[in-house]
T-cell receptor, first 116, second 109 residues
């Protein structure tokens, strides 16, 4: 099974700044995703990180606000730009090994963001 | 539309058995996952069903009926450490997992 490391694990940021979260997987994975989860709420998919090309964003999420990179099969970053208090949440990196319909989804430990 | 329906919260006694039900509607179907999530932690994989029937894995079993859009997670010999949220997540035709808010399970001594 894949082990996913995220950093930072938590951060407190000022309104208007940006935060970049890094996600490193210890083995090659086919798909990587970024999720957001508010306390007590369901996981919300932000985007699918595509290797070497632009990420595929879900409805309500745009590249200008959430730029994503995935330069290779094991690493991705998510930037949350122009922060506002509404962006306070846990951001989770996840990945699938193998075919999407046969592999389980592995999660990183999450990055807890608080915006003041 | 796509949606998941699970009870918000359940309470059970240590050593007992509990069944967490899930009904779903998705655009296409490529199997259903159950995840466990302890407070403040990331979800961890429990089970995956793609065919109808019961899959048993130790104290945990998961059942699927595709025709009914129904699944359940059965937890036996409950332990205090089983207190967590349990997330039912079907996979749609685009291989995307559809997440509900999960069921918070509280285990009492």
């Amino acid at each position: 099974s894949a082990v996913i490391s995220q950093k930072p694990s938590r951060d407190i940021c000022q309104r208007g700044t940006s935060l970049t979260i890094q996600c490193q997987v210890d083995s090659q994975v086919t798909m990587m995703f970024w999720y957001r989860q508010q306390p007590g709420q369901s996981l919300t998919l932000i985007a699918t990180a595509n290797q070497g090309s632009e990420a595929t964003y879900e409805s309500g999420f745009v590249i200008d606000k959430f730029p994503i990179s995935r330069p290779n099969l094991t690493f991705s970053t998510l930037t949350v730009s122009n922060l506002s208090p509404e962006d306070s949440s846990i951001y989770l990196c996840s990945a699938i090994q193998g075919a999407p319909d046969t592999g389980e989804l592995f999660f990183g430990e999450g990055s807890r963001l608080t915006v003041l | 539309g796509q949606n998941i329906d699970q009870p918000t919260e359940m309470t059970a006694t240590e050593g007992a058995i509990v069944q967490i039900n899930c009904t779903y509607q998705t655009s296409g179907f490529n199997g259903l996952f159950w995840y466990q999530q302890h407070a403040g932690e990331a979800p961890t994989f429990l089970s995956y069903n793609v065919l109808d029937g019961l899959e048993e894995k130790g104290r945990f079993s998961s059942f699927l009926s595709r025709s009914k859009g129904y699944s359940y997670l059965l937890l036996k010999e409950l332990q205090m450490k089983d207190s967590a949220s349990y997330l039912c997540a079907p996979m749609d035709s685009n291989y995307q997992l559809i997440w509900g808010a999960g069921t918070k399970l509280i285990i009492k001594p």
